[in-house]
Nanobody, 125 residues
Framework: HVQLVESGGGLVQSGGSLRLACTASENSGATFTINYMSWYQEAPGKQRELVAT???????NYVDSVKGRFTISRDNAENIVYLQMTSLKPEDTAVYYC????????????????WGQGTQVSVSS
């Protein structure tokens, strides 16, 4: 199965910026493609919520609370998705998870959702 590994989280002051990255890899050598990739946030005591999505044609969607501040992008050749976060606010504090819809295999295809382990983003006021 494809594994997703996030990086780039940390502690930043309000108004600051961070860039998260998520790399997809398959250790068994099986072929795979990725349809959409997304970032979710899970704040303390709250449910995990979708933040941004990017399809393999580059189409993006954002939750209203991050529009104009966050930008999602992807490198299809390297299977990496980024989340550039600017003008960060204390309410952006959360664990950020990467998610991808993976299609693996050649003749017999299997579609499944992959999740990363999460990366902590903390914004101080």
């Amino acid at each position: 199965h494809v594994q997703l590994v996030e990086s780039g989280g940390g502690l930043v002051q309000s108004g600051g910026s961070l860039r998260l990255a998520c790399t997809a890899s398959e250790n068994s050598g099986a072929t795979f493609t990725i349809n959409y990739m997304s970032w979710y946030q899970e704040a303390p005591g709250k449910q995990r919520e979708l933040v941004a999505t990017i399809n393999n044609d580059g189409t993006t969607n954002y939750v209203d609370s991050v529009k104009g501040r966050f930008t999602i992008s992807r490198d299809n050749a390297e299977n990496i998705v980024y989340l550039q976060m600017t003008s960060l606010k204390p309410e952006d504090t959360a664990v950020y998870y990467c998610n991808a819809e993976v299609v693996s295999g050649s003749l017999l295809k299997l579609t499944y959702a992959a999740w990363g382990q999460g990366t902590q983003v903390s914004v101080s006021s």
